[in-house]
C-alpha cells in the first residue's frame, strides 16, 4: 500500500491499561519483522487523555508513575516522539493542536531521515512484487486489440502465478521472522522465570538460615538464663 516508502509508524497505546506482556511482545515482533531500524521511523500515540484530565494527571505523570521498563525503553529509543489524544472532546481548537503535534513529530521523522522512506529486506520483496504486477497489468492493457482473447488470458494466468509464488515468499519471510520473534521472547521468558526460581530459592536458604540462628540463639538464651537460675545470680547478655 506504501508506493514510495513508510515515512512514520505510529504505534498506539491506551493510557485507559497498563502496559502488558502481549503489548511488548507486539513491539519485539515489530522490530523482528522491520528491523531495528524502524524504531527511527516510530512515534508512540497515546490515547485516553480525557481520563487522565478529568483525574487532574499530565502524561508524564502517568509515565512517572509506574512506567514500566519496556515502555521506558521504547521511548528512549524513538527518541520520546509521543504524543498525547483525547478520545471524547468535542473542542475543534484542541483537536486540531493535537493533530498539529502530531504532524510536526511526523515532519521532524522526516528531517532526521533525510526525506528517505523506511525499507529493508522484506518491504523491499513486497514493493518488488507490486511493482512487477503494476508493470505486467500495463503490458497487457498495451497489447488488447493486437493479440487473441486467449493469448490474453494466458498472459493474465502467468501474471497470477508469478503473483502467488511472490506472496508465497513474502508469507514464508514473515513466518521465519516471526518464529525467530516466538523463539527470542520463549528464551527471554524462560530465563526470567528461571531467574525467579533462583532467587526463590535463595531466598528460601536464607530464611532457613535465619530460622536455624533464631532457633540457636533462642537455645543458648534458654540455657543461659536455666545456668543463671540455677546460680541464683545475674547476668548482662
Not at 509508524?9 to 515489530?30: D, G, P
Not at 499530565?58 to 520520546?80: F, H, S
Not at 494466458?154 to 508469507?171: D, H, N, P
Amino acid at each position: 500500500m506504501a508506493k514510495d516508502g513508510i515515512h512514520a509508524v505510529l504505534v498506539v497505546f491506551s493510557v485507559r491499561t497498563r502496559f502488558s506482556q502481549e503489548e511488548e511482545a507486539a513491539l519485539r515482533s515489530l522490530q523482528t519483522l522491520f528491523g531495528s531500524k524502524i524504531l527511527d521511523y516510530m512515534i508512540v500515540v497515546f490515547t485516553g487523555g480525557d481520563e487522565l484530565e478529568d483525574n487532574d494527571e499530565t502524561l508524564e505523570d502517568y509515565l512517572g508513575r509506574e512506567c514500566p521498563q519496556p515502555l521506558k525503553e521504547v521511548l528512549k529509543l524513538c527518541e520520546n516522539r509521543r504524543v498525547l489524544f483525547d478520545n471524547k472532546t468535542k473542542d475543534l481548537l484542541k483537536r486540531a493542536e493535537q493533530m498539529q503535534e502530531l504532524l510536526s513529530l511526523v515532519n521532524r521523522v522526516i528531517e532526521q531521515n533525510a526525506g528517505q522512506p523506511y525499507s529493508d529486506e522484506l518491504f523491499a520483496e513486497i514493493q518488488k512484487g507490486e511493482m512487477n504486477f503494476r508493470d505486467q497489468q500495463e503490458e497487457v492493457n498495451s497489447l488488447k486489440g493486437n493479440i487473441s482473447i486467449r493469448e490474453i488470458s494466458e498472459l493474465k494466468e502467468q501474471m497470477q502465478i508469478q503473483y502467488e509464488e511472490q506472496l508465497k515468499r513474502v508469507t514464508e519471510m514473515v513466518e521465519m521472522k516471526l518464529k525467530e520473534a516466538t523463539g527470542n521472547l520463549e528464551r527471554r521468558l524462560a530465563e526470567e522465570h528461571a531467574a525467579r526460581l533462583r532467587a526463590e530459592e535463595n531466598a528460601q536458604s536464607e530464611q532457613r538460615k535465619s530460622n536455624e540462628e533464631i532457633r540457636m540463639l533462642r537455645e543458648s538464651l534458654e540455657k543461659a538464663q536455666e545456668e543463671l537460675r540455677k546460680k541464683g545470680g545475674c547476668a548482662i547478655l
